[in-house]
């Protein structure tokens, strides 16, 4: 079997958001939630913390350690190169990729789309991939290391380089970049928690703010709550509260 690698990238200089990474939610670090949750995924071999070489994300490395995961330190903003690097120093046959901007990831879903996953593809359940009904952010992207290292060695668009999943899909548009070399694949989402219109990403004070609600709400009564957990919570409890 090949060597199932997760890389979580992360840093602290986030441009919309800085310091995110660290923000609280329920008495922990952002980024150490994210890994609790992926720590439980049965499909991976290994758990990778992808950040910078740069001194304000020292804390990040040390965060890595605390939670038993592996750490590589690369480019702050080529983030083709950081994956790319962190992928053949863990010897990473097949790469799955999740941002740190994702604090809510679903461990069974995470496994569901790596086994899913066939060689040569760019998998991803991490939002919607030609309407296949997933709420954005509880997934992950699957693709194989020699689909990366052609993008390392022939993408140098600025945006290829800083956003990964360019270099083979591009979410916008729900284009392939190039279908024949890499074929999109993706799978229905579980029609219990079938809610494209679900947005669980932080990149703005608003999006973080309702996290924290979501996990003071959920974390100290479930830790390892469930995305359907997350639904009943939004529909019959934050939503009324919002009104």
């Given at each position: 079997m090949p060597k199932v690698v997760m890389?979580?990238?992360?840093?602290?200089?986030?441009t919309?958001?800085?310091g995110k990474s660290l923000f609280d939610l329920a008495g922990a670090p952002l980024v150490g939630r994210i890994l609790e949750r992926v720590k439980r995924c049965q499909a991976l071999d290994a758990i990778v913390l992808a950040t910078?070489?740069?001194?304000?994300n020292d804390p990040l490395a040390r965060l890595a350690l605390d939670y038993g995961v592996h750490t590589f330190r690369g480019s702050e903003t080529d983030l083709l190169d950081r994956y790319y690097q962190a992928a053949c120093a863990h010897q990473a046959e097949v790469v799955v990729?999740?941002?740190?901007?994702n604090p809510v990831p679903e461990p069974a879903e995470i496994d569901r789309i790596v086994r899913f996953h066939k060689p040569g593809h760019f998998s991803s359940n991490l939002a919607q991939v030609f309407g296949n009904g997933y709420p954005d952010g509880i997934g992950s992207?699957?693709?194989?290391?020699?689909?990366?290292?052609y993008a390392w060695k022939h993408?140098?668009?600025?945006?290829?380089r800083e956003h990964v999943h360019l270099s083979?899909?591009?979410?916008q548009t729900q284009e392939a970049v190039d279908p024949k070399r890499v074929p999109v694949a993706t799978l229905p989402c579980p029609a219990e928690f079938r809610r494209p219109d679900l947005v669980l990403d932080v990149n703005t004070r608003?999006?973080?703010?309702?996290?924290?609600?979501?996990?003071?709400?959920?974390?100290?009564?479930?830790?390892?709550?469930?995305?359907?957990?997350?639904?009943?919570?939004?529909?019959?409890?934050y939503r009324k509260e919002q009104r």
């Open positions: 890389i979580l990238q992360a840093r602290m200089g986030s919309r958001l800085p910078s070489t740069l001194p304000e990729r999740l941002p740190a901007d992207e699957v693709f194989d290391l020699q689909s990366l290292e993408h140098f668009d600025p945006q290829q083979f899909f591009n979410y608003a999006q973080y703010d309702f996290i924290r609600a979501l996990y003071e709400a959920l974390y100290p009564k479930k830790p390892n709550f469930h995305i359907t957990d997350i639904i009943d919570w939004y529909d019959n409890t």
